[in-house]
């Protein structure tokens, strides 16, 4: 799923004119769907990011041929250390090098002004940490706020979409990363692996987990 790896980046003088200065974090319930982009898979999350503490944790389902994974994550810069937990309670712990992200990602340019339905908003291209992709926002920019988010291959030979719509975003509170039980009582076990919804043969690296739904939210 290398299409969707986070690149929030130091917001950019086009927000920062229309007053929306970097807030402290990012909170939203989003969808996301494409076709023919690298690892391409369809995606359900709640996601939280702390910007300035550098902490993230998702509610997440996502859906790749033949496979449905679904779960919780937490993620904390501070001591590298991830933590995924199936519906069915058990919680894993690992090692992370997932970058969380530090506030809007970087412009490359003011595409223009367009309406979402009757509501104004703003396209903006951001740099892609991916090659091979153009990414494109759709900003609401009197709410401060991030409406959808565009992909597409830059290989007009080789044609390839991808849209992310943000719902309900709003500011993540320090409840949002409170670990569960089930994985404040793993803590320091580090242990490499884990299971989705009882799939034996379906394990992958819980870093790699977290990795994919941080991923979601490239823009």
Request: aromatic share 12%; proline share 5%.
């Amino acid at each position: 799923m290398k299409f969707i790896t986070i690149a929030f980046l130091m917001i950019m003088i086009a927000l920062a004119s229309a007053g929306c200065a970097n807030p402290s974090g990012f909170r939203s319930t989003f969808t996301s769907s494409n076709y023919n982009l690298a690892g391409s898979s369809s995606y359900e999350s709640m996601v939280n990011i702390d910007f300035v503490g550098q902490r993230a944790s998702s509610v997440f389902e996502f859906y790749a041929p033949s496979k449905t994974y679904s779960g919780f994550t937490f993620s904390f810069a501070a001591n590298q250390t991830s933590y995924v937990m199936g519906f069915d309670g058990k919680c894993y712990e690992a090692s992370s090098s997932a970058k969380i992200p530090s506030g809007w990602p970087t412009i490359v340019q003011d595409i223009a002004p367009y309406t979402l339905g009757v509501f104004p908003v703003e396209m903006f291209e951001v740099e892609s940490e991916i090659p091979g992709l153009n990414q494109s926002v759709l900003f609401d920019l009197e709410n401060c706020v991030l409406v959808s988010s565009y992909l597409a291959n830059s290989d007009q030979t080789n044609p390839g979409f991808g849209t992310m719509n943000f719902l309900n975003v709003g500011v993540p509170t320090d409840e949002d990363f409170q670990l569960p039980q089930a994985c404040i009582d793993v803590v320091g076990s580090s242990k490499p692996k884990i299971g989705f919804n009882q799939m034996r043969n379906s394990n992958t690296q819980v870093s790699r987990v977290l990795e994919q739904v941080l991923n979601a939210m490239k823009f």
